[in-house]
């Protein structure tokens, strides 16, 4: 059998598992050990120890560390009120600024993706006072959660970023060098969210209506007490990146030395209780064991599609085509917008990069800059129906329905 035709049952083998609503570890699973079996002529005796081989290699990596350890630092300060202290701490700051407490939102979840790595975990902890605050003071709706539900995919791409560790794992890319790349983009994203909230304002007053507040003349007391309520997350984020930019911890000792922070923090917020801390605990080992299985099931897969030679036929079939690198890059980003609205973020990259990496190196594009690029598309994929997370996390907020709060996302989309 061809190349070609291995490739197309194989890719029709996994669509058919995951349409049929099996679980994304177990499609993949499946996918790649059938393929081997029934396509490459190897047997059981061949395939067991690869899957065992690529199984073991990949969870005791030191670089997997960072996964569940920048997780387990979000889940504690989920459980703290740092969200309200955002919210109160950023006040003064905006209250001048067109569309005002507004900005809280974008701001807002642009710090907390600083400590957090998690979009949803970002949407989460800073939506739950924002969507609250704004609605009581009649401030627009569809602006208010369309903004939330655009600033919190900035959790995947503002370092520490569990989707960019996955990455760095799966591409075998320097994740300091992916942190790193993934702080202007994320801060632009924010400036622009921020920029047409402005313009919106500007144009339409209603949007932020007058409370009796604005342009108030805060004092330097208002302004110190301000940055009080801003200084955990300050601190968490010198403590945490700081590490690492100046070179003194790895990105998984980083993770490490973040945790220590979130505790630190919680317990001088006077907040960390035997409670807390076990849930915090519970809730890393569930998001760990799901992010975990997907990083081995996707290495298995990147193995099985080696040993079948599909990669490197693929990206000489491309080459074939003779498409301009930004042709190429086109073509990935539609095909990412319509995966996204079936499938999350994080598993998109992951049941795909083995295809797509080496297309993209072979067209020229450096590896970092492409894992910069899927990041993007994997924050259109959290606020895309009939699948986003980020939409589910705001109608939970606000009891609305899933039309509505897609409908207010898309000026951010």
């Not at 003064?92 to 407490?101: D, E, H, K």
């Not at 060098?177 to 304002?201: D, E, Q, R």
């Not at 040993?307 to 042709?327: C, N, Q, R």
């Not at 994997?378 to 939409?391: C, Y």
Request: proline residues 5%; glycine residues 8%.
């Amino acid at each position: 059998m061809s190349v070609a035709a291995i490739s197309s049952v194989f890719v029709f083998t996994l669509l058919v598992l995951l349409a049929g609503g099996i679980w994304i570890f177990t499609s993949l699973f499946l996918s790649s050990g059938m393929a081997l079996y029934f396509l490459a002529d190897f047997p059981l005796a061949r395939i067991i120890p690869i899957a065992k081989s690529v199984v073991w290699t990949t969870i005791t990596s030191y670089q997997v560390a960072a996964v569940p350890l920048f997780i387990w630092m979000g889940e504690i300060l989920f459980r703290t009120d740092l969200s309200l202290r955002l919210f109160r701490g950023l006040v003064p700051f905006v209250n001048r600024v067109p569309g005002r407490l507004l900005h809280t939102n974008v701001l807002g979840c642009t710090l907390f993706a600083a400590v957090s790595g998690s979009s949803v975990a970002t949407t989460a902890t800073v939506g739950r006072i924002t969507t609250v605050e704004l609605m009581k003071r009649n401030y627009d709706y569809s602006l208010s959660i369309g903004a939330l539900a655009g600033s919190g995919g900035l959790g995947m791409m503002i370092p520490p970023s569990i989707v960019l560790v996955l990455y760095g794992l799966l591409a075998q890319e320097s994740i300091a060098k992916l942190f790193v790349a993934g702080i202007m983009p994320g801060l632009l994203l924010a400036a622009m969210y921020m920029t047409y909230i402005v313009v919106i304002s500007l144009l339409r007053p209603e949007v932020a209506p007058s409370d009796g507040n604005d342009g108030q003349a805060y004092t330097w007391r208002d302004y110190l007490f301000a940055l009080g309520d801003l200084g955990p997350v300050v601190f968490l984020i010198v403590f945490v990146l700081g590490g690492i930019y100046t070179g003194i911890v790895t990105p998984s000792e980083a993770a490490a030395v973040g945790v220590l922070g979130a505790v630190i923090t919680a317990a001088a917020m006077r907040q960390l209780t035997i409670k807390t801390f076990l849930e915090s605990i519970r809730g890393t080992i569930k998001t760990s064991c799901m992010v975990l299985s997907l990083l081995v099931a996707a290495s298995f897969l990147a193995a099985a599609m080696s040993f079948m030679h599909i990669p490197v036929t693929l990206a000489e079939y491309i080459a074939g085509l003779d498409l301009s690198p930004l042709a190429l890059i086109l073509v990935l980003g539609l095909f990412y917008l319509l995966l996204g609205m079936f499938i999350d973020g994080m598993s998109i990259i992951v049941i795909t990069l083995p295809i797509t990496l080496p297309l993209v190196i072979a067209a020229g594009f450096d590896p970092i800059w492409y894992g910069v690029f899927l990041v993007i598309v994997a924050e259109l994929s959290v606020i895309t129906p009939p699948v986003g997370f980020n939409l589910f996390v705001i109608q939970g907020l606000t009891g609305d329905g899933i039309h509505r709060v897609a409908i207010a996302t898309i000026p951010f989309f």
